[in-house]
């Protein structure tokens, strides 16, 4: 059964149509286009197709395309403003905090959510607030640093 | 002419320097493309039928409800495979593994695959097959694997490398044996020998990435395949061989890749997807799910490891040997071999012997996972290593400093070293604040090293010249993880142009020679390599245009700081010509300005790490906690040194996960019971602390700037830095990997008792 859905995506006013039982990160890569978000493992576990759903961080893959009617929804393609990068995005950037990048705009909207939960949060904050999404290259030590310097960045601002 | 190699110890403008990578923007901003993100006019999704079976004969296929259920194109078996391998054993292997023929070797072997107008009329489909098997008896861990009872995968496999050859079918398909000197005259010298066993689970690279492609064939027998591989090249070849196709009407576009780790220097569901789209005649994208991934692509080897070492009470081996059984999944690998090669590596030994099996068994294929088969030999190695030094009351570092391997060593596995750094980095171990923090209760220090080869192979770029004067670098390896930037280093610093006029671009395979995939660390060893060359090639015709324009002896023109300059009293008036300025003027003077190479790049310079952690394990749960982990890491020339730090980093954090936790389950059915992130836990990032990388600079005399492979050594010291650690803060040997919560408990309480 196809069912049509009216959703706010980053800002703009977005139409689909989905399966009843197609998740938000399908109806997002294959009916909206936006294939910012990955799927990693669709379970849930690897965080690489989080999204923002009314503010609050989802893992997309266990979200109903469906749900998202009448809802807003945020994803990595609307992370910068313009061509204005977003500060966590430059400090990603800046410090390496990707390899092969497939993870970055799960990591980068997961991080956006911490920081706007906590402007300040300690090393072990920013960890735990980043354990939902899974990164195989890096070690997570660079990313964790490219948070805390954009925190600092954006505490400042 | 003959390219000069040599290392020159030139002073670096760019090398070194730490700029934005060029592919930076798009994976920030999600604009980036792997393998799942494309699409073309007309595509249909396949999909792959699995065994649920360990190890079966495939009776029947009955396919035909599937093909009449409406919207399905194509529906394919091993019948559309054709073998077209002459022979060729390996490649055969690679055509059984992509599609059962009479036989599953494992559950998860493909047996059928299908081809729709969308997900859910492809997996309607799949139902609708029938396959009609007869279950073998099967058989999963190693050491079961080796028994004469064992049930026997390939009735025609008769053990290569024994000698006599044994006329009875076994499941060891091979024997390897390296080494030097006599090992029992060197154990009769010895004051203490320790013999020890190690067992090390099956672990999967884990990237985040499944493997994703999208393939066309059209009826005149061209076709397209984009796909996230180490390499696309190679998967070229593969592909056209399998398939009956000439190389160059199969084009292969390299997607961006989510990480690779080896797992993806194999073909797996490429060849499906390339024939589905033959049968069908419309593209066809496979996207493997997660399990699939677990089940169905290529882990490494699960274990069975013997080593003795003998010492005399001043700390001298006398003698070292290693048995080293390695299961390679249904088909027969090297992956004993590397590891009978790479496990005494780092010491200088006057008797040494290694010797490896490999075995078969119903389990995947096994592939290349960064370094492959040399963490497990290091975990045994450096465990007994730590034991012996214990034994004669010596510190772990200076008994490891007074056997190191260095130049003029004659190594392991036969070749002579040159300049190495496991003696430095074992004394910037010694020397770091790390070795000298407190620990407290319940916690343990333990260090260890690692060896990598490091590979060069074929190897091609260009380098072509705007006519605004900026410079295009096409290069034919994968950028696994900031090779690009690297890479336009290299060419700014040949060319003497700033780092911001370059951009370098993945050739897809028409656009460029033939290049081995990015394996064995070579990506920026190799690539940066030929880039040098292409620059030179390039700044060769530069000098003539300059020439031309200038009107003097071609001679008289030097390239400096990335202009022409006459050179001589003669000359002395004429300003110099920037690059822009001569590529203005290339219409008039010749044409595009362009600089190639194509190498084999030899002489890719051995590599050394040694790691040092800090654990604190709870004696309650059996759980252990990274504390402090440091890496130590000669990486020749450090081109970008960030990435430098993150190969280091990330390597060290695969071999965390695999020390601790990560490992494949199989039940009695021999079936896999973990094949998600949720039970197959990786490493998450509050399980881990800052990772410290201490990166030394040993150039390697090979490359023109002195640079090795950086990507994989980092991997092969963890196991064995863990297990010294946890054994330290239980005084208990850990002999098996991972060093779970449930293995660390029962040792804990059977030393209870005791």
Redesign the interface.
């Known amino acids: 059964m196809s069912i049509q859905v009216s959703t706010t995506i980053n800002g703009d006013r977005v139409d689909f149509i989905c399966?009843a039982d197609e998740s938000l990160l399908d109806a997002l890569?294959n009916r909206v286009g936006?294939?910012?978000?990955?799927?990693?493992?669709?379970?849930g576990?690897?965080g690489?197709c989080s999204v923002s759903l009314d503010g609050r961080i989802v893992c997309s893959c266990l979200v109903l395309g469906a749900e998202a009617e009448g809802r807003g929804i945020d994803?990595?393609?609307g992370?910068?403003d313009g061509a204005i990068?977003h500060p966590l995005?430059r400090k990603?950037?800046?410090?390496?905090a990707?390899?092969?990048?497939?993870?970055?705009?799960g990591f980068?909207m997961a991080a956006q959510a911490v920081l706007k939960k906590n402007p300040n949060p300690s090393e072990?904050e920013?960890?735990?607030g980043?354990?939902?999404?899974?990164?195989?290259?890096?070690?997570?030590?660079?990313?964790?640093?490219a948070v805390q310097d954009a925190a600092l960045e954006m505490r400042g601002a | 002419m003959p390219l000069d190699t040599a290392f020159t110890g030139q002073k670096f403008a760019s090398v070194g320097t730490?700029p934005?990578?060029p592919?930076?923007?798009d994976?920030?901003?999600?604009?980036?493309?792997?393998g799942?993100?494309t699409t073309a006019p007309g595509q249909l999704v396949g999909l792959i039928l699995r065994s649920p079976h360990a190890h079966a004969r495939i009776k029947k296929i009955d396919i035909s409800k599937a093909e009449k259920l409406p919207g399905v194109k194509a529906v394919l078996t091993s019948a559309d495979l054709p073998d077209l391998t002459e022979g060729d054993k390996s490649m055969f292997d690679v055509l059984e593994n992509c599609m059962a023929r009479t036989t599953v070797f494992y559950e998860g072997h493909a047996v059928a695959a299908v081809a729709a107008i969308d997900a859910?009329t492809a997996k309607q489909a799949l139902k609708l097959i029938k396959v009609d098997y007869e279950i073998l008896p099967h058989v999963t861990d190693v050491d079961e694997a080796m028994s004469p009872k064992a049930p026997v995968l390939h009735p025609k496999m008769f053990t290569i490398g024994m000698e006599p050859r044994p006329k009875k079918a076994s499941n060891i398909a091979k024997r390897t044996e390296y080494g030097h000197g006599d090992v029992e005259a060197g154990f009769a010298e010895a004051d203490h020998i320790i013999k020890e066993s190690f067992k090390t689970e099956q672990t999967h690279?884990?990237?985040?990435?499944?493997h994703a492609c999208l393939a066309t064939i059209g009826p005149d027998g061209q076709g397209e395949l984009w796909v996230c591989t180490q390499g696309h090249f190679v998967y070229r070849n593969t592909c056209a061989q399998l398939l009956g196709m000439d190389v160059a009407k199969l084009k292969v576009t390299a997607s961006?890749?989510?990480?690779?780790?080896g797992g993806k220097t194999h073909v797996w569901a490429e060849p499906v997807a390339l024939a589905l789209s033959r049968k069908a005649n419309r593209p066809v994208k496979i996207?493997m799910?997660?399990e699939e991934v677990f089940r169905a692509s290529g882990p490494t080897s699960s274990t069975s490891i013997d080593v003795k070492i003998g010492v005399k009470n001043d700390g001298t081996i006398t003698a070292a040997q290693a048995e080293l059984r390695y299961q390679g999944g249904p088909y027969l690998g090297m992956w004993a071999e590397l590891g009978a090669m790479t496990s005494f590596a780092c010491y200088d030994l006057k008797n040494v012997k290694s010797v490896g099996y490999e075995v078969l068994v119903n389990r995947p294929k096994v592939a290349a996972y960064r370094a492959p088969s040399a963490p497990m030999a290091a975990f045994a190695v450096e465990s007994v290593i730590d034991d012996l030094a214990r034994k004669i009351g010596m510190d772990p570092i200076a008994f490891r400093i007074k056997n190191a391997a260095k130049q003029g060593t004659k190594s392991s596995y036969g070749p002579v070293y040159g300049p190495i750094g496991i003696g430095p980095t074992l004394e910037a171990a010694q020397n770091h604040p790390h070795m000298k923090a407190p620990l407290g209760k319940n916690q343990g220090r333990g260090m260890a090293c690692g060896f990598w080869f490091n590979f060069g192979g074929q190897t091609c770029t260009d380098i072509n010249i705007g006519i605004d004067g900026t410079v295009s670098l096409t290069v034919g390896t994968i950028d696994?993880?900031?090779s690009r930037a690297a890479l336009s280093l290299v060419a700014a610093e040949e060319l003497g142009v700033p780092y911001s006029q370059i951009k370098c671009n993945i050739a897809d395979t028409g656009s460029l020679g033939h290049n081995d995939m990015t394996d064995g660390s070579r990506g920026t060893f190799s690539s940066s390599m030929a880039t040098v060359f292409a620059a030179r090639n390039a700044i060769k015709v530069l000098r003539d245009r300059a020439a031309q324009m200038m009107e003097i002896p071609v001679d008289d023109v030097v390239w400096e700081d990335g202009h022409a300059k006459a050179k001589g009293d003669s000359h002395g008036n004429l300003a110099p010509l920037s690059l822009k300025d001569i590529a203005a003027a290339a219409g008039n003077t010749g044409g595009p300005i362009a600089g190639h190479n194509e190498i084999v790049a030899d002489g890719a310079g051995v590599s050394f790490a040694t790691h040092i952690c800090d654990v604190e394990v709870d004696p309650e749960t059996g759980s252990t906690k990274v504390l402090r982990y440091t890496v130590i890491q000669d990486a020749g020339k450090a081109v970008h040194p960030?990435?430098v730090?993150?190969q280091y980093?990330?390597g060290?954090?695969?071999g965390i996960g695999w020390a601790l936790n990560e490992e494949y389950i199989y039940g009695k059915d021999g079936r896999l019971q973990n094949a998600?992130?949720?039970d197959y836990r990786?490493?998450?990032?509050?399980?881990?602390p800052?990772?410290d990388t201490v990166i030394l600079e040993i150039p390697n005399p090979n490359h023109p700037y002195g640079v090795r492979g950086v990507g994989e050594t980092s991997i092969v010291p963890p196991l064995g830095a863990i297990g010294n650690a946890v054994s330290n803060a239980i005084g208990i040997r850990m002999n098996h990997a991972p060093m779970s919560p449930p293995r660390i408990l029962k040792a804990i309480e059977g030393a209870k008792k005791h």
Do not use: W
Request: aromatic share 8%.
């Open positions: 399966e890569r936006l294939t910012g978000a990955k799927e990693g493992c669709g379970t576990d690897c690489a994803t990595i393609e992370m910068s990068l995005q990603f950037l800046e410090h390496g990707l390899q092969c990048g497939i993870c970055t705009p980068l072990e920013i960890r735990f980043l354990a939902g999404n899974l990164c195989r290259c890096t070690g997570y030590d660079k990313i964790v640093r | 730490r934005i990578r592919d930076g923007i994976k920030v901003t999600g604009r980036a493309r792997y799942a993100d859910k690279q884990g990237y985040i990435e499944p961006e890749i989510g990480g690779g780790f996207v799910s997660r696994v993880g900031g960030t990435y730090e993150g980093q990330g060290a954090a695969q998600g992130f949720l990786m490493p998450v990032c509050s399980d881990l800052f990772i």
